[in-house]
């Protein structure tokens, strides 16, 4: 009895001062006296960058927001013109040298971005709908393209003719392992919602079944464990190494997560419907830390 209630008094001191720690986080990007609350308008990717620099992709922006040290700003406004670059950015990633990918299906392309903030493509139009972004150890760039259910591979500089490297129906995320396997998120694929591809190619189902109602993107730790966004079912899973799934975070005040990110130990998930980005503990505790000053509606 003694141990249970020494337990629970740890979990409790953690919980509080997780929840503290995100209070300043809000307090800072939500209600300083120089930064107005952001302006997102349907956030759906996010990534993070070594030095602590968060990009959140934002379809009815359109554009790329930038996050330094609480302050919010707009890092790329794309034209509001049809097929214009980065009209419908879809998703994000940071590659090795630092740089920001982003996938457009607007412009069916993936874009890098120079040190001047200026995106080039990289493919001349040759993807589909991009959902998803990957960097291998060697640069390689891979991506999901959720229209003509394939995955692409092309070499960090670019390529008109990108080379098919798996197909795999309806990929929306993707991660990279240590090892250089990719790890394939599908929402309906006969073989599994989840399957690793080895470096040589080969498909290796891993989460066979279809226990997932709309996923949307995947993160994979370094101990084997995947998290899955799922947007019909308002939670995020937690898959085993063994590929046994559960609900790990859900309910209210998640409503329809989508995009997902490392953000050093913890998570950042952003939710489109409600226009906020929250960041989780590894236990699964979740706070807001950018949301808007009133909910879409008011």
């Not at 959720?146 to 098919?164: A, M, S, V, Y």
């Amino acid at each position: 009895m003694g141990d249970r209630w020494l337990t629970a008094c740890r979990f409790t001191h953690r919980r509080k001062l997780f929840t503290a720690a995100l209070t300043i986080l809000v307090t800072n990007f939500s209600v300083g006296s120089d930064q107005d609350p952001p302006d997102w308008r349907y956030p759906v990717a996010v990534t993070a960058a070594d030095d602590g620099t968060i990009y959140v992709a934002d379809r009815q922006l359109p554009g790329i927001w930038k996050i330094v040290d609480g302050r919010n700003s707009v890092y790329f406004q794309a034209s509001g013109k049809l097929r214009a670059p980065l009209n419908s950015v879809r998703c994000l990633a940071i590659d090795h040298k630092g740089r920001l990918l982003a996938g457009d299906s607007a412009t069916r392309d993936i874009y890098v971005f120079d040190e001047t903030n200026d995106p080039s493509s990289l493919t001349n139009g040759a993807i589909g709908i991009p959902m998803s972004i990957a960097v291998a150890p060697d640069d390689t760039i891979y991506t999901a393209d959720l229209e003509l259910h394939r995955i692409w591979k092309l070499p960090p500089g670019g390529t008109p003719k990108p080379q098919e490297f798996a197909a795999i129906n309806s990929p929306r995320g993707l991660d990279m392992d240590a090892a250089g396997n990719l790890w394939v998120l599908s929402s309906s694929d006969s073989k599994g919602q989840i399957q690793m591809i080895r470096p040589d190619g080969m498909v290796v189902p891993f989460v066979s079944d279809h226990p997932f109602h709309l996923p949307q993107n995947l993160v994979r730790t370094e101990d084997g464990t995947i998290y899955v966004t799922d947007n019909y079912h308002r939670c995020i899973w937690r898959v085993t190494s063994t590929g046994d799934c559960e609900e790990w975070v859900n309910g209210r005040p998640l409503d329809r997560p989508t995009g997902l990110c490392r953000f050093e130990k913890d998570f950042l998930v952003v939710d489109p419907h409600i226009r906020t980005m929250f960041q989780i503990s590894p236990d699964g505790l979740l706070a807001p830390v950018l949301q808007p000053a009133r909910s879409p509606g008011d």
